[in-house]
């Protein structure tokens, strides 16, 4: 196996979009054999991606990281831990040892500690290493699908057939929402399935407290920032947090940290196009 990581000076860089080097695992057996520093050569999530799926890594490890980039990752099927942060040669073990997860909207919400950043919009299909997961034959093998998503109303919120390529991604390990990863473990190839999710089944309920005032001379940039605008915040330990800006008057601006699907009913069409082993 093969883990890259965000770097820079020994730590984790905190935006995928931005770094200039990974460095980069080989992993037999549970433990590090060699590792390397590479350059990024190249701008943009797709570039990186695509530079990523050349040296044939299997997992990357990352702080901030937006919808899109983790979007083209999957289409290479590179499994995503973000929110990591601190060692890089730590994060690696930590992942190893199935201690490294998704950070989600984890922030102490009292401006201390904080700091804005550019976000790029979209949000995580899932998280990394989850206590229980889907049971069926598909469980831990390399998958395509093709997919479209609407609410319960009709609209469509996302489609791959109108990218008009399958996303590939590894089911069972946390790349894809809980609901889609449970209806994809048990189907067979050439299959198309109707799935409705709940949000416990999807991106959870949304939670009153993650929306957060805090004053804007405590917030370095949160100036520059207006309302509808996607930023990370910064927690008390140095993780990212993806929130959006919902009000800002002249001395305070408010966010809120819940996923943009949170509190949503989804319905999936889902087909199976193609199932490669491992």
Do not use: W
Not at 43 to 59: C, F, M, P, Q, Y
Not at 121 to 144: A, I, L
């Amino acid at each position: 196996m093969k883990i890259a990581v965000t770097y820079d000076n020994g730590e984790v860089f905190q935006h995928f979009g931005h770094t200039e080097q990974f460095k980069v695992y080989d992993v037999e057996d549970g433990k590090i054999e060699y590792s390397k520093i590479i350059g990024s050569n190249g701008s943009g999530h797709g570039a990186l991606a695509t530079l990523l799926a050349g040296e044939s890594i299997d997992v990357l490890i990352c702080g901030g990281i937006g919808g899109g980039a983790q979007a083209a990752l999957s289409e290479q099927g590179i499994e995503l831990c973000a929110g990591a942060s601190g060692s890089a040669d730590e994060a690696v073990e930590a992942y190893l040892r199935g201690e490294l997860v998704n950070t989600g909207a984890n922030c102490d919400h009292h401006g201390e500690g904080h700091s804005c950043h550019d976000h790029e919009e979209g949000g995580c299909h899932g998280s990394c290493h989850k206590d229980s997961g889907p049971q069926g034959k598909n469980v831990g093998k390399r998958v395509r699908t093709h997919y479209r998503g609407t609410f319960n109303d009709g609209t469509q919120f996302d489609s791959s057939y109108d990218r008009g390529e399958p996303l590939e991604f590894v089911c069972g390990a946390g790349m894809m929402i809980q609901g889609f990863d449970a209806a994809v473990a048990g189907m067979e190839e050439g299959e198309t399935v109707q799935v409705h999710l709940m949000p416990s089944e999807a991106y959870g309920e949304a939670d009153p407290n993650a929306v957060f005032t805090v004053e804007i001379v405590q917030l370095p940039g949160a100036e520059e920032l207006s309302v509808g605008q996607q930023v990370y915040l910064q927690n008390s330990y140095g993780q990212p947090v993806p929130v959006k800006v919902v009000a800002k008057d002249d001395k305070t601006i408010t966010f809120d940290a819940n996923h943009e699907m949170a509190g949503k009913e989804l319905n999936f069409t889902i087909e199976l196009v193609e199932v490669l082993e491992e």
